[in-house]
């Protein structure tokens, strides 16, 4: 075999490594931009439309979007210091798994950046150590209105867990996908005052879902799955994101949302650890989180505002709508986050033990 | 005439005379990114950050897994003869077709590959759903009254992957039943065997080849299948690649997940080994006896 027949090969191999290395971190940009990383599709046209096309005008910072927030690329990031993405728009699992074990993979906010007039106005539960809520989702009964006519429906959870006087087919999440078992609905299902929740009394919980359990027809690993089974009437009552139900609902969709006893929670605002723009990172979010923005995105993507200002500049029949309009926020608590991150003797957050236990309770 | 001397011709020439070297780069991908990503893992697995085998321990301490793990080999194994008892006879249809005809069919076989596996899945929720077409032909004509439970469960999970494995089972048993000489069929026949006796003295034993080649293909790609278990399975059936993508993306415990990866590598290749001890590792690639 001649020499050059291995130098050609050794010579290839070397400009295919060079590119791997290359492919990261060596890009250099000479304007000023923010990389926000989003959950994508619909929503994320409509956020262009009102936050980032206008910030960008405004302040001559691009913003470039990326999809979706998948905490193992996030970690992967982190962990390799080959950081892409600065501003992350990603739920409160995710947010658990990111901050609650060893080293936290999101900055700690720095809230004196932020304009304390709009800090003001925000909702106070989402005001939190490494994120921010940008808006807020909220665990609903979610029911076909093929299967209950308007005022009929299952109007709490005990009624959810009476199958004598509202038939039909149930679908709670699994634990698969990263989502907690609803503790809290169980227990309100139980008779336990939805301000008496906290702290979970856990075996109470498990054994009030073992109640139903034989009515469940499907455990879907993702709400997606959920919303789709509520549309195609795969299943007739949904514990599911009240938010994602009501955008199907204005699509035309013969589902509705009970928003009584609903729990609520926060889609945030995080900065990712190590983020190269920091200070614009901060920029955006101060932006974003103005009333009349959050607004224009609440009239297209029915998740509630975490402004409570919003709602003012808001038409009065998609206000009553979202889960944060003043008449529904009532209605409904917050999920209590300090509870979830608590950890027991084993070390162990609720949060994972939630989820190991949950994993062990479906195959019994 | 005159030898080209150009380096690449010159590389090809000499590369022609070794066709090992034909394959450098074939070996070159798969070390940079089969082999060394697997190496990766698998200190990933046994490092956290000291050497430790807690990752291995705990995956047979939890009863979870080790049930996972059955049920995985369960669901595969059901898989592998859904697939063979439907691929078989159509198999040996096809293989005695005039190849015009055996082309256009394969097409039909193949097309499903080229849809994406979620498709196809969602395509059975709308067949087997609820209030999908099979639960309202038998409504409407009245043989049920209220719609059988055909998703969600380990029925319409085995039905949904057994269609997507089937391409792999056909082509596999197919590309062997193809080769085999009818001539045979017809001497044992002239010798007085009947057809059911021929086919079971001569071709059945010629198609093993294929049948086991299919059998590991299908088998093995369904130990690892993620999408159609998660939409149409039911509680209880949790493979073992949604414990890993748990412990990936929920749990962001990769020390744990690298592990039980190894120990799915380690349940897949046993399954081989004991395989090919048993009927010989020739046979397990497809080679003709």
Known sequence: MGKKFFAGIGLAVFFFGVCLMGGGNSTVYAARQVVVCNWGGNSATFEKECF????????????????????????????????????????????????????????????????????????????????????????????????????????????????????????????????????????????????????????????????????????????????????????????????????????????????????????????????????????????????????????????GPSNREAVKYLDPKIADDLNTSPKNLLKQGWQNVKWWVEKGPDGKTNRARSIERFTEWLLK | MEKRTSLFGNLFEKAARRPFCLILPLIAYMFVFYVYPLLRMFAMSLFSPDLTSRHYQSFFQTAANLYSLRVTFEISLLVTMGCLLIGYPMSYYLSTCPARKANLLLILVLIPLWTSVLVRTYAWITILGRNGIINQLLQKSGIIEQPLKLIYNQFGLTIGMVHVMMPFMVLSLYSVMVGIDRNLLKAAQNLGASPFRAFRKVFLPLSMPGVLAGSILVFIISVGFFVTPALLGGPRDLMISMVIDQAVEVMLNWGFASAASFILLFFILGIFLISGKMVGFDKLWGKKI
């Open chain 1, 52 to 303: 980032y096309d206008p910030f960008e005008k405004e302040t001559g910072i691009k913003v470039i979007m990326t999809s979706p927030p998948d905490v193992a690329k996030i970690k992967a990031q982190v962990d390799s210091g080959n950081i892409e993405w600065d501003v992350i728009l990603t739920d409160l699992p995710a947010i658990l798994s990111l901050t609650e074990e060893g080293k936290p993979y999101l900055e700690e906010l720095d809230y004196s950046k932020l304009d304390p007039k709009i800090l003001a106005q925000v909702i106070p539960e989402v005001k939190q150590k490494y994120s921010l809520g940008a808006r807020i989702y909220s665990f609903n009964i979610a029911y076909s209105t093929k299967t209950f006519k308007p005022g009929t429906q299952p109007k709490t959870w005990a009624d959810v867990w009476d199958v004598k006087k509202f038939p039909g087919v149930r679908s709670f999440n699994n634990p698969y996908g990263g989502i907690m078992p609803q503790y809290e609905v169980f227990l309100m299902a139980d008779g336990v005052p939805p301000d008496k929740v906290y702290p979970i009394d856990v075996e109470r919980a498990w054994n009030s879902l073992s109640k139903l359990k034989p009515h469940i027809n499907k455990w879907y690993k993702s709400h997606a799955e959920a919303v789709q089974m509520l549309v195609n009437g795969e299943t007739d009552i949904a514990c599911t994101i009240g938010p994602r139900v009501i955008a199907e609902k204005w699509k035309g969709a013969a589902v509705d949302v009970e928003y009584n006893q609903g729990k609520l929670a926060a889609d945030n605002w995080c900065i990712i650890k190590g983020s190269k723009n920091k200070e614009d990172a901060y920029k955006l979010i101060n932006y974003i989180m103005d009333a009349k923005r959050q607004a224009c995105l609440a009239s297209q993507v029915p998740y």
